[in-house]
């Protein structure tokens, strides 16, 4: 069979270089064209955006007017808080239930394994719409609501679950931890399958108790998934805005406001786009010295 | 104190289709306290199983297994009193190989001091002091395999159990740690039971061997006693590297004949084999004890003389593997490198028939005479 491994240095050179990798080049040059026209060319004009006042015809050059704005922004601090109340809420809790969920499933038989790998990985399938169209439900604020009628049960009065501001977030909170956690499952499923069974069986030979397994091995080898999903987590978690825009439309009162969400008010219903460019960019640098710094924590014990 | 002992143990797999399949078939053997037994045999006969059923790791379908005067049938692992070696090292990845070492130990509260100790010992042994900060990952395969080794010393225990800890490493490293395993447990002075599909490993190392084959014990037996007196035709085929040739032969008028040539045999052999006068049995012969006439020290005058054609010569340096064919069997002769041979050369050969051995073609077990 001819390869293209040894191309030869002749005095056409450039021609037979064309003719062996030309079509290698061509066939990168589909991803690197849409990154180029939809990636990089919009973070760029949304950069020279954020400090303009945006006009669809002829912006305005201001400066860091945009960004001292909303500095000056309540609501702006207020969605910070928000988002990270939101992450801290949920991102731990969700890789726990994850992580104890796979655990279980990885003690099953084979065909118990496979149905809860997909019953739970369904949710995941379903869109944000749909869910959030069934925790409307299950959080309306009359007495038939179904979360009200259970708490009526054990008679305690109804709650306005998404119309107050002190239970709001907490209501979108908990929607996110009851939510879908199959993705993680699976990962968590495929490495703890990575695990060669015999170091349990030389741990068990080593006097280890089942704690200890647990926390001795396991937990250590599973680490690279649990800060992938920590990671990835707080990606998600920090750029919240579905159930947000379906659920309460930031309210009540601002408080369940995400920087997400803001920046969409920001730019859809005020028509700001400079000054949603510049949350969004505060947005992106959160997020980056988030990750940074979490890779920094946590990296220098993951064994890879 | 350390004895194992198994008492007709049984094991059985159940396969997807719920159909049992036999690994072990009723074994019966005792090892002594402070003895060097290997288990040898081919892929899948069973030696892993066996020495996971000792561990606890796997648990035997029937029959009794006892360690020291315990029975232990219904013992965890950690109960048992064993330590082992695991054929892909089972090192912990994420630990240093101070932890790797100190993690058994640490499981069992000893106190630190006592665990320092220990881990210094293990290291100075095993020439790993300088290691010990590392994770598994840094090192080569043979600092691995000591480092297995080591996590087992420090513990201590009444019995050793090693699962091919030689396999994975090349044939230089394979030979020093083999010299080093040996001295280790003159020094140790504990129960060593050691698998290995390697009849030359088991030759070298074990005091007894105990050769398996499709989950059935073969024989039992010191490496001078199996390679002298194997039991049957297939312990004979397996122990002795290029196997034993397994020559078609007949008993007629008190010689042993096989195509090409016969062989006299002195009255009082002939006796053992009069059963099968007129019947059919399969003559075995060692490579090594068939030499060319033209150097045969001490079997100058032998009879048993026959002439070959050679058809295939293989140069080894200290010695040479020459090939033909007696009554449709390849035959293989290691002969002296200054015996005259050459593809197509026909030459007498001396087959020293002192050390011939015969079998029953149908029991396929060796005849005593
Ligand atoms: N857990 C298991 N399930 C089913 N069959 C097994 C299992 N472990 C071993 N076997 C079978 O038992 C036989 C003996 O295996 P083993 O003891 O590992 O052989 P070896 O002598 O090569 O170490 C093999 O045929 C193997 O396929
Ligand atoms: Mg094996």
């Known amino acids: ?13 450039s021609g037979r270089f064309l003719r062996e990798y030309g079509w290698a080049y061509l066939f990168i040059l589909a991803p690197v064209l849409l990154f180029l026209v939809f990636t ?43 988002t990270v109340i939101f992450t801290i809420a949920t991102v731990p809790v969700n890789i726990l239930i994850t992580f104890v969920l796979a655990y279980l499933i990885f003690q099953m038989k084979n065909k118990a394994q496979t149905f809860f790998k997909a019953t ?21 604020p009359t007495d038939s609501g179904l979360l009200n009628r259970f708490l009526g049960l054990l008679g305690i009065d109804p709650v306005i679950w998404l119309g107050q501001s002190g239970t709001a977030l907490f209501s979108l909170i908990l929607m996110n931890w009851l939510g879908s956690h199959g993705a993680g499952i699976i990962l968590y499923l495929a490495s703890m399958g990575g695990v060669p069974k015999s170091l349990y069986e030389a741990a068990d030979i080593d006097h280890a108790s089942g704690w200890t397994k647990f926390a001795r091995i396991t937990w250590p080898l599973l680490k690279p998934t649990t800060l992938y999903l920590l990671v990835t987590g707080i990606i998600t978690s920090f750029q919240v805005f579905i159930s947000v825009y379906l659920m309460t439309q930031g309210g009540p009162n601002f408080a369940t406001t995400t920087i997400a969400y803001l920046i969409y008010q920001t730019a859809f219903q005020f028509y700001e786009f400079g000054l949603a460019s510049a949350q969004s960019f505060v947005l992106a640098l959160l997020i980056v010295i988030v990750s940074v710094l979490q890779f920094k924590a946590f990296s220098s014990d993951v064994e890879y | 104190m350390a004895r194992v002992e198994f008492r007709n143990v049984r094991k ?70 064993i330590a082992m070696v695991f054929q892909d090292y089972a ?38 002091e300088p290691m010990l900060g590392r994770k598994p990952r840094e090192l080569s395969g043979g600092q691995r395999q ?106 007629e008028g008190g010689r042993v004949v096989v195509e090409g040539g016969s062989f006299e045999l002195p009255a009082a052999k002939l006796d053992a084999l009069s059963p099968y006068a007129g019947r059919k049995l399969i003559l075995g012969i060692r490579p090594e004890d068939i030499h060319g006439e033209d150097y045969a020290p001490g079997l100058e005058t032998s009879p ?66």
């Not at chain 2, 390849?330 to 005259?340: D, I, S």
């Open chain 2, 12 to 81: 059985e797999f159940q396969d997807h289709s719920k159909e049992s399949f036999t690994a072990v078939a009723g074994s019966d053997f005792v090892i002594n306290d402070k003895e060097f037994v290997v288990f040898v045999g081919p892929s899948g006969c069973g030696k892993t199983t066996s020495l996971r059923m000792i561990a606890g790791l796997e648990h035997q379908t029937s029959g009794d297994i006892l360690i020291g005067d315990r029975v232990v049938n219904n013992l965890h692992p950690k109960d048992r009193d």
């Open chain 2, 304 to 369: 048993h003389r026959m002439n070959t054609h050679i058809q295939v010569v293989e140069h080894l340096g200290s010695e040479n593997l020459l090939y033909f064919h007696i009554g449709g069997r390849l035959v293989t002769a290691k002969v002296h490198p200054e015996t005259k041979a050459y593809p197509g050369l026909e030459k007498p050969f001396i087959f020293d028939m002192r050390k011939a051995h015969f079998f029953d073609p149908d029991s396929e077990q060796r005849i005593e005479i």
């Open chain 1, 1 to 13: 069979m001819q390869t293209t491994a040894s191309p030869k240095r002749t005095s056409s050179g």
């Open chain 1, 120 to 140: 739970l990985y369904l949710p995941a399938v379903a869109s944000g719409v749909t869910i959030s169209v069934v925790w409307l439900a299950i959080f309306d």
């Open chain 2, 91 to 128: 090192l912990y990845p994420h630990m240093t190989i101070r932890d790797n070492l100190s993690f058994g130990l640490k499981n069992l509260k000893k106190p630190k001091a006592y665990i320092d100790q220990k881990v210094k010992e293990a290291a100075a042994i095993l020439d790993m």
């Open chain 2, 146 to 251: 000591r480092v297995a080794l080591g996590r087992a010393i420090v513990r201590d225990p009444q019995v050793f159990l090693f699962d091919e800890p030689l396999s994975n490493l090349d044939a230089k490293l394979r030979v020093q740690m083999r010299v080093e395993l040996s001295e280790l447990h003159k020094r140790l002075g504990a129960t060593i039971v050691y698998v290995t599909h390697d009849q030359v490993e088991a030759m070298t190392l074990g005091e007894r061997i105990v050769v398996m084959n499709r989950g059935i014990i073969q024989q039992i037996a010191n490496p001078t006693e199996l390679y002298a007196k194997p039991r049957n035709m297939f312990v004979a085929g397996f122990i002795g590297s290029p196997p034993m040739n397994f020559i078609d032969a007949s008993i």
């Open chain 1, 40 to 82: 990089l060319y919009p973070v760029a004009s949304a950069f020279v955006m954020s400090f303009q006042q945006y006009q669809v015809m002829g912006s305005t050059w201001i400066g860091l007017d945009n960004y001292k704005h909303m500095i000056g922004d309540d609501v702006f601090w207020k969605s910070i808080r928000n």
